[in-house]
């Protein structure tokens, strides 16, 4: 087996080093099924479907992988928390910095950088000697714009998500051997996209937070995921607005449905209902639809609706409509303003 610690095991296996023994697994079940004697059994087959099998044997065991990890260097979440120690982070950029200039010059001085900073980082000891430490994914925040329907109704959403993670290459220090790091472009950290459907449930507000389980950044070595976090906010519009749980909802009315009433569907928590405007209701008139609004089932707790009515006219009215307002006018038997006038 000391012969398989000098080989790439990751590679034999087309496997990222920090894959999952699930990946492992059918990475294995693949390649076993391609090189596999009864298929083929030339001798370069045969070599290849021996270190498919000792590769597999190394890395599907915990305690093997991890003692390859640390003799390949593989310990990349011991820096990435040395890192994100801001101090140390500027110190280790500073002294990178002057160490290149002095490399440049100094040939012989950029092979004993790493060991240079491995002292000065992570005490006389290189970390390959340490055992991995498990880190927990950071957890991703995403800002999320929804409508006022979609936060009564609850939705899907397809977001796009930004995972980061220390950069294989150069394990988080920007820098090899003197040289910055061309798979991260020295930024020590390696970014991929991905896009996953969420569900926002119904009865989110303005500043809601929709946990999404273990779709942050990735832990290491046995370190939790990290969450996705959308942080919602509920787009304004003239109608409908959000007090608590009460939702508050501004209703045009035209005149004659103010004068005669009039069955009017408006929206609600999860779905739509009808509501009853009475006869002679004025404009800014409130209805309240008691235990109508949002729930909050966690305090068993519901809102209400609250309705005003707002009398509206459309653009333009036809000469018909215009002609009927008249005779409303001249058979108009009330004085609206006779409380208006008196007033003192
Ligand atoms: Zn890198």
Redesign the pocket.
Known sequence: MANYYNKDLYKILNLQFDASLEEIKTSYRKLVRLYHPDISNSIENTEKFKEIQEAYEILSDKEKRQKYDILHGYYRQKIKRDFEQKEKKNKYDTFIKSAQKKAKKDESFSHSINEAIDNLFYGKKTSKKQQPTAINGDDINIDLNITCFEALNGTNRKVNIIHTQ???????????NGTT??????????SSQKKINVKIPKGVTTGSKVRIKKEGNKGLNGGKDGDLYLIISVEKNPYIEFDGLNILINLPVTPFEAALGADITIPAYDGKINIKIPSMTSSGQKLKLTGQGIENKSKSKRGDIIVTTIIKFPDKLSEKEIELYNQLKDTASYDIRKDFNNAK
Request: aromatic share 4%; proline share 10%.
């Open positions: 220390p950069c294989p290459n150069c394990e988080g220090r920007k820098f090899i790091c061309k798979m991260c472009n020295a930024s020590g950290e390696i």
